[in-house]
């Protein structure tokens, strides 16, 4: 099955204890993304990989760190957590081309006390 | 610099009655305009897209959206609500112009349907 899988599903951690959030797509995808999901303010891209080794920064890449050193992976790295990262965040993948509808994980709900 | 606007933070509306859901944007270039569907607990899910041809898109579950490019507007519709219908629907636009152009979410509609 075609899926993008996340992983954990739910964390409740401290403030400054460093966590990893995976992502995992079965599916050859080129292009990766993370997203964080707030209340009245959509999605809101956080990084994204358009390939092996090749990474950039979305809206708000502060505090977050992604690396993509295989195709199907691209960890979600929070160096020092903060309350303020506390959210819902996605992990999406699609094929190359704008045309292209991004498949997305189940989610990771965060909270960093 | 792209974005979109969801007017309506909540639709409701009767089982069988038309659902219409609404969405502007604004991007630089040629608009790429998507709709994805999110219910509780699980990801987005991809329902239709506009990218270039005719203005009425059909998609999945019998959604449809209309794109105007006059108003820069792509409207989600459905003829005939149903219950399993709410959850909440996310507008997205991408500059179809940018290979990697960023997809820019409104903030979301939650729509309900009562029976």
């Known amino acids: 099955e075609a899926q993008v899988t996340q992983n954990p599903r739910y964390l409740i951690t401290v403030t400054g204890k460093k966590l990893t959030v995976t992502c995992s797509q079965n599916m050859n995808h080129e292009y990766m993304s993370w997203y964080r999901q707030d209340p009245g303010l959509g999605l809101r891209q956080i990084y994204y990989s358009m390939n092996v080794e090749v990474t950039d920064k979305g809206d708000v890449p502060e505090g977050y760190k992604v690396s993509r050193k295989e195709k199907r992976n691209f960890p979600l790295i929070l160096e020092s957590p903060s309350p303020n990262q506390t959210s819902l965040y996605f992990c999406?993948?699609?094929?190359?081309?704008?045309?292209?509808?991004?498949?997305f994980g189940d989610g990771t709900r965060l909270s960093i006390l | 610099a792209q974005s979109v606007a969801q007017p309506e933070d909540q639709v409701n509306v009767a089982e069988g009655n038309p659902l219409t859901v609404k969405c502007t944007y604004s991007?630089?270039?040629?608009?790429?305009l998507f709709w994805y569907v999110q219910y509780p607990n699980r990801g987005l899910q991809f329902l239709l897209k506009?990218?270039?041809?005719?203005?009425l898109v059909k998609g999945s579950y019998g959604f449809e959206a209309e794109f105007n490019k006059s108003q820069t507007s792509f409207h989600l519709k459905k003829p005939s609500a149903l219950v399993s219908d709410s959850a909440l629907y996310f507008c997205a636009v991408r500059d179809g112009s940018d290979s990697w152009g960023k997809l820019q979410f409104g903030a979301g509609t939650q729509v309900v349907v009562t029976p």
């Open positions: 506009y990218i270039t041809g005719d203005n």
């Open positions: 991007v630089s270039g040629n608009p790429y």
């Open positions: 999406a993948s699609s094929v190359q081309g704008p045309n292209q509808p991004q498949h």
